[in-house]
């Protein structure tokens, strides 16, 4: 008959319990160092740990009142860090996503099953600022009303690589899951999906680090409503 040793196997639990704290905090103080001095120290190490431990280091947070925002800003800052070179030189199909909550309360553009909202430069909102800039520097800007279109354009329009901008939440998110494809992610300065804003001027110093922009740049049009309609759009 074999005989548990179950005090055993307690020690080893709590042993391999304060492994795993010990590990989660030396990656949080890595990415905390790294996002002040910006400065990138064993990047692999500290998105393996904090992606892995995500739930439960968001939930530590929470119950101690700390900015759990902050967990989602490393892993931005990282993931841009670490996508930065391939990044840069990409040449073509390079792609903008803004989220639709960058629109005005007053806009009538129509939203696309493929494509998402064709925006109509109204000037209501930055968006046609961001679209008229990004077409200088050779990006394609899609506005998507959620995630699951980042798929459905990526499939029509696949990019060799991507600009995202959403709350640090959504960016830590689909970075992640779409992090074969070299990135930049780019904050809302506020919350709240409705009439958000972003600082524009983050937006195309993104696109210059593989796009400076010159007299002779190519134009490449984002997709209007004609587009959509005669299915031309990519």
Known sequence: MVTINYALIGQAVIWLLI????????????????????????PTFVLFTLYMFYSPIKWVFNVFSMNDL?????????????????????TERK???????????????????????????????????????????DFKVFIVPGGNFIKKI?????????????CPVELSEVMQKISTI?????????????????????????MELSAPLSDDAPLI??????????KGGA
């Open 154 to 166: 990526f499939k029509e329009y696949p990019p060799t690589s991507w600009i995202a901008v959403a």
């Open 95 to 137: 792609v903008v996503l803004l989220p639709h909550c960058l629109r005005s309360s007053d806009c009538h553009s129509r939203c696309d099953p493929f494509y998402g909202y064709a925006c109509t430069k109204c000037g209501r909102c930055d968006i046609g600022e961001i679209i008229n800039e990004a077409e200088k520097r």
């Open 221 to 230: 049009k984002t997709a209007t409503l004609y587009d959509f309609e005669n």
């Open 19 to 42: 492994f795993i704290v010990l590990f989660i905090l030396l990656a949080l103080a890595l990415g905390i160092y790294s996002l002040k001095r910006k400065k990138i120290i064993f």
């Open 182 to 206: 070299p990135s930049q992610g780019v904050y809302l300065l506020n919350d709240g999906c409705f009439e958000t804003k972003v600082n524009v001027s983050d937006i195309i110093s993104k």
């Open 70 to 90: 902050l967990v989602d800003e490393i892993l931005v800052e990282i993931q841009n860090a670490v996508s930065l070179n391939k990044f840069k030189k990409q």
